[in-house]
Structures are given as structure tokens and as C-alpha cells.
């Protein structure tokens, strides 16, 4: 499989690290991982890098997750690239929106590296 390009957007250092663990331990060892702290970072981030797939925190400061969705569209930016958030929120209606704003799916929080493996690798091998 060719380079994976990824985008991991959390304020949390060590989330965006278990994600990338995540990931890898779904078999995606030719990933190669930009991250941000926030959406307005992650949009940063996108002005320069393209990337394959992003996986984005719904609850940030500066701009949170669902904000960063609504701006990927108003900038144009990664268009048609896949968007999962990742999420503690038991509330479904914060899901909805994400959905409704562009997000593909999303992953709760605690989350297993099967349970990425499930929604991130059917995103990318229909690339």
C-alpha cells in the first residue's frame, strides 16, 4: 500500500498519539501523520499538505471540530476526503451535526485499535 497521508486534529498531545498507535496497529505501517491541536490549526495544516484521510476531536479550543467541518467547506479545502470524529460525547445530537457538516462517521472515545481499523480502512480502500 502507498503512503497514507493523515491528518489528526485534538488539543490533546496524547490523544493524537494513541491515534496514530491506533492506526498503525490496523496495519496502516506507510502512514505518514500531519497533526494539529485545533481546527483552526488543522486548517493550516490543509492549505499545504493533502491528505488521504482526517480524523478530527469534536471538543477543542480555538475552533472545535464541528466549526473546523463547516470551514473545510467554506474554504474548499479537502474535498472529498474522508472525515471521522472522534468523540466523548454521549449525546447524539453533537453526532448528528457532525454528519450533517461532512463527517463520514465518528469513533467514541475510549476506542480500540480494531475499532479504528472498522471505520478507517473501508474509507480508504474505497479511495
Known sequence: ???IRTLIVDDSSVMR?????????AGLDTLVVHEASSGAEGLEVLKDQPVDIILSDINMPVMDGLEFLRQLKVQNLAVGV???????ESSEEHVKQAILAGAVGYIRKPFTAEQVKERVLPLLNAA
Open 82 to 88: 474522508p472525515v471521522i470524529m472522534i468523540t466523548t
Open 17 to 25: 498519539k494513541i491515534v496514530e498507535r491506533a492506526l498503525r496497529q
Open 1 to 3: 500500500m502507498s503512503e
